[in-house]
Nanobody, 116 residues
Framework: VQLVESGGGRVQSGGSLRLSCAAS????????MRWYRQAPGKEREFVAH????????NYANSVKGRFIISRDNVKNTVYLQMNSLKLEDTAVYYC??????????WGQGTQVTVSS
């Protein structure tokens, strides 16, 4: 089982980044997918959620209206489009796969740094 995030980097405040998380080793379409982030010295926090088919999404209030989560069940990939980035969005971003009532998996994380 693998979840491999990519797309992180350094961007100026107000800019955009698109994160990807490629899944392998499990039936991707059976899993809810989420993005979390962890800033230095802080606990890991929820960012966004997407249902199995992609029809239902939820966001943390801090990113609502700026971030968009999506998934491609053919490519076994979940995405996080991040727009209007702020300094406080700086964190390591992790993708998470959850099988309801069963197991879950985490990626290794990708660093996003927003500079002024």
């Amino acid at each position: 089982v693998q979840l491999v995030e990519s797309g992180g980097g350094r961007v100026q405040s107000g800019g955009s980044l698109r994160l990807s998380c490629a899944a392998s080793g499990f039936t991707f379409s059976n899993y809810l997918m989420r993005w979390y982030r962890q800033a230095p010295g802080k606990e890991r926090e929820f960012v966004a959620h997407i249902s199995h088919s992609g029809g239902v999404t939820n966001y943390a209030n801090s990113v609502k209206g700026r971030f968009i989560i999506s998934r491609d069940n053919v490519k076994n990939t979940v995405y996080l489009q991040m727009n209007s980035l702020k300094l406080e969005d700086t964190a390591v971003y992790y993708c998470h796969a959850l099988f309801l009532g069963g197991d879950d998996y985490w990626g290794q994380g990708t660093q996003v740094t927003v500079s002024s």
